[in-house]
């Protein structure tokens, strides 16, 4: 008898989709037995390694910071996964072309490179600095009631320089200098902006952007930053870039060396990085299977 764990993270944006669709458990009955439904609720963490024990599959519904955890849990199971994506902004599941609706029957199986950074997984995501913290600061009711907007509000917020003495070596390269942004990007998508043409979801590489500071802090400070992000997230790449205040690059393993302690966005998660640490690129490291 198989045993699948269904997994409903009702702080998502848009989890009514998966809790109110009789299609997703139709779906999921069709190849499991025994379908059980696990909720996330505010307030109320749940230990996913904890609770898939004696199951052949989970099934997640959530956003970006949902499936992070999931693919953290799982990293050293053999169970089947599934990600039903119901977040606001659902980076991973756009870049994947996942669907939230689970109608077909006739699954398929998806091999994607997943990244590491210090240890802790990450699937579309890893940096510091200037707007990175809208993607944990941002407030769930907010995101609830007025869904994308809810990010728009605190970019305004998070429009600050940062200052990040760092040195990035790559296999290829080595950069050393004061950064507003330290970016390890393993999709085509970031908070909404759909920049990254260089993607390849099962090649084993993904990209380093590093946005330089500008001197001090003032308005003349975050003047000049302006142009380098519209740079980087409007216009985008389609080939390697380097100029005076960008580097976009390929890479699949890099050392990170950082003079103080940092706060990362992994995959909208919050994590503090100090010291000397790995980003690596796992190639195909999960098997997601999709409908």
Known sequence: MKRCLLLINKISGNCSRAMNNPDVYNTLRKAYD???TLYIEENSPVDIKRNISGYDALAVCGGDGTFNNAINSIRDKKLDFIYIPCGTLNDTAKTLQLTSKLRDENRS???VDIGEIGGTLFSYVAAAGSFT???????IKMKKKIK???YLF???REYKVHHIKAKIQTENSCHEGVYTLIMAINSQRCFGFNFNKMYDHRSGKAHLLLIKAPKGKG????IKMFFPFFRAFFIGFKKPYKSK??????FSQAK???EDVRTFTIDGEKIDMKGEFDINIHKQKIKLYVY
Do not use: C, H, P
């Not at 205040?245 to 390929?250: G, K, L, P, T």
């Open 34 to 36: 025994v379908v059980d």
């Open 109 to 111: 199986i998806r091999r």
């Open 133 to 139: 913290a809208i993607g944990y600061k941002t407030n």
């Open 148 to 150: 994308v907007l809810a």
């Open 154 to 156: 605190e970019v305004l």
């Open 219 to 222: 308005l003349l400070s975050m």
């Open 245 to 250: 205040n960008i580097v976009f690059e390929e």
């Open 256 to 258: 990170v060396s950082l």
